[in-house]
């Protein structure tokens, strides 16, 4: 019998928590003023991130973040996307998986929407 995994989101500004297990940027911008020692990354997933012009269309506004969601998932279903979500479920596998986001609300974020499909 096989354990569920747990999908946390985080910023990745925030300091590395003892129970995160492996922490996975998911933005395709390198995050301002953080250095990759501080960040304390396994893993730079940038391809799975949205496209730039769907991520300058939602611009983290609350009232957008459904639509977001319906075409960032869209976006998933393209052969790079595809393949980098097919590696976090991987990853997932192995234990807890942590999404970190440069975004100052993660719970409205592409890492919060790639949880909800791991998690799923």
Do not use: N
Not at 86 to 115: C, F, N, R
């Amino acid at each position: 019998m096989s354990r569920k995994a747990e999908i946390r989101v985080r910023r990745v500004y925030e300091e590395p928590a003892q129970g995160d297990g492996t922490r996975v940027l998911v933005d395709r911008v390198w995050p301002r003023g953080l250095t990759k020692e501080k960040a304390g990354l396994d893993e730079w997933c940038k391809e799975i991130a949205p496209s730039t012009e769907l991520r300058k269309w939602y611009g983290h506004d609350p009232q957008r973040f459904e639509e977001f969601g319906r075409r960032y998932r869209s976006e998933l279903e393209e052969p790079a996307r595809a393949q980098a979500l097919g590696h976090l479920k991987e990853t997932a596998k192995d234990g807890t998986l942590t999404l970190l986001t440069a975004t100052k609300e993660p719970g409205i974020s592409q890492a919060q929407v790639l949880a909800d499909l791991l998690d799923g």
